[in-house]
């Protein structure tokens, strides 16, 4: 088990070495990656922690929100059927 373990490791760290183009991309996609995380924290900061002091206030913002949606689904399920 150990042996398979350490030639799956092996494969892939030669096959990382050889790479010239890969590694260039995969720099890429790191820094899409923190710079859309980060595009993400300023543009969408944390309405509920911003808004609700208390957890309690915040999961019943998060109920109340999920049960218009659904209470709201319903009822144009409902008129579409007449």
Avoid: C
């Amino acid at each position: 088990m150990l042996s398979q373990i350490n030639h799956i490791a092996a494969f892939y760290r030669e096959g990382f070495k050889s790479m010239v183009v890969g590694r260039l991309l995969w720099k890429i996609i790191l820094v899409k990656l923190i710079l859309f995380s980060v595009l993400a924290r300023i543009f969408f900061p944390d309405y509920l922690k911003t808004n609700f002091t208390t957890d309690r206030d915040r999961a019943d913002h998060v109920l109340a929100a999920l049960t218009a949606q659904t209470q709201t689904e319903e009822k144009n399920q409902i008129i579409r059927r007449d």
